[in-house]
């Protein structure tokens, strides 16, 4: 039986690198994977998955009112699907990631998904939310924190440098925008408790 999968981190864990390696894998073997991102994350161009160390690859934008199993299910027809990967899963709905679901329960494909868990305020993503709640598989990617520590949460960064501690949920952006921190500095960075 096929499984949903997710794969979790802050930022710079090398979320994105893991993914596109995990298809080249699939893809070497002659085997088709399909890859999705989220439409609003375009740095590395429209409907392309990129990693910090430079390697990218095409991918389906997708937005929050796609139906991804309707997508999956059409792209069966042209052909066997080895798995599905998503890029940036923390942006998708409660109601895609069931979606996902049903892709490896009724097309017994697998699902990989990569996202944050959660945002600069602590907060889960809906998208991070459900598949924590109905994931077959869940694996931290683990990155570090300036004291060695791991890193589980992100600081917002605003255009003079400083942390903000509030504003909207989504915003896309790298290492200029975000720092991962252990949740001890997160919450002294953040105010909530002293240093």
Known sequence: MAKLYFSYSAMNAGK?????????????????????IAALDDRAGKGKI?????????????????DLYAHIAEEKTRGDIACVFVDEAQFMTEEQVWQLARTADRLNIPVMTYGLRTDFQGQLFPGSKALLAIADSLREIRTICKCGRKA??????????????????????????????CRRHWEEVMGRIEP
């Open 50 to 66: 990129g990693s910090r160390i430079g390697l990218e690859c095409e991918a389906i934008p997708f937005s929050t009112s796609d």
């Open 152 to 181: 589980t949460m992100v600081v917002r960064l605003g255009a003079d440098g400083k942390p903000l501690k509030d504003g909207a949920q989504i915003v896309v952006g790298g290492n200029e925008t975000y720092v991962s921190l």
């Open 16 to 36: 994105s690198t893991l993914l596109l390696q995990a298809s080249y894998n699939y893809r070497e073997r002659g085997m088709r994977t399909l890859l999705f």
